[in-house]
């Protein structure tokens, strides 16, 4: 596997993330990231707001990637939030599951991404739940929810045993008033 090794021996790493701007007004809102699990490279690339090109290699030093099914990602976004839509790049060939929370305990899933989803077969790939946009997954498309916990996982029973993300975006109300 390229990249460093980040061995986590007590299971977590926390990673503290530049500013997000809601509603017009900047607050200081760290999104944090807690990984479960041994990773390659930093976790604060999910959030650096740096899409990788569709294809890149899932192991690439741009992505974040892990071979035990059991990893799990949860952030922390600093606030509850009214999640309308979200960007996310995954290796193309495994399923994966996005849960939300309130409160950080009791978690529901938003979507589940299957090996089967997307336009390309290998490589990182983009999908997104903005419809009309050319990486919209109609099946992954969600009702708007409030969550401030954001978990991502493998499914274990869907994929090669090789996983990678490479960025996570969410779209709320406060985001699509800033865009118009
Ligand atoms: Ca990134
Ligand atoms: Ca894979």
Same mark, same amino acid.
């Given at each position: 596997m390229n990249g460093k090794k980040l061995d986590n021996s007590i299971g977590l790493i926390i990673f503290i993330l530049g500013l997000l701007v809601f509603g017009g007004v900047s607050l200081e809102a760290a999104i944090t990231v807690k990984v479960t699990g041994q990773i390659a490279n930093s976790p604060s690339l999910i959030f650096d707001g740096k899409m990788v090109p569709d294809k890149t290699s899932w192991d690439s030093d741009t992505?974040?990637?892990?071979?035990?099914?059991?990893?799990?990602? @949860?952030?922390?976004?600093?606030?509850?939030? #009214? /999640?309308?839509?979200?960007?996310?790049?995954?290796? *193309?060939?495994? %399923?994966?599951?996005?849960?939300?929370?309130?409160?950080?305990?009791?978690?529901?899933?938003? @979507?589940?991404?299957?090996?089967?989803?997307? #336009? /390309?077969?290998?490589?990182?790939?983009?999908?997104? *739940?903005?419809? %009309?946009?050319?990486?919209?997954?109609?099946?992954?498309?969600?009702?708007?929810?409030?969550?401030?916990?954001?978990?991502?996982y493998a499914d274990p029973k869907d994929g090669d045993g090789c996983y990678s993300i490479a960025e996570f975006k969410y779209i709320t109300e406060a985001t699509i008033k800033e865009n118009k």
């Open positions: 992505c974040v990637s892990w071979e035990i099914a059991s990893v799990q990602f @949860l952030f922390d976004l600093g606030a509850v939030l #009214d /999640i309308k839509d979200i960007v996310v790049q995954l290796d *193309t060939n495994d %399923g994966y599951y996005i849960d939300y929370s309130e409160d950080g305990k009791n978690f529901k899933n938003l @979507l589940r991404k299957s090996s089967e989803d997307g #336009d /390309i077969r290998e490589g990182m790939n983009t999908f997104s *739940t903005i419809s %009309g946009t050319p990486k919209y997954i109609d099946k992954m498309d969600f009702k708007p929810v409030k969550a401030r916990y954001i978990m991502v």
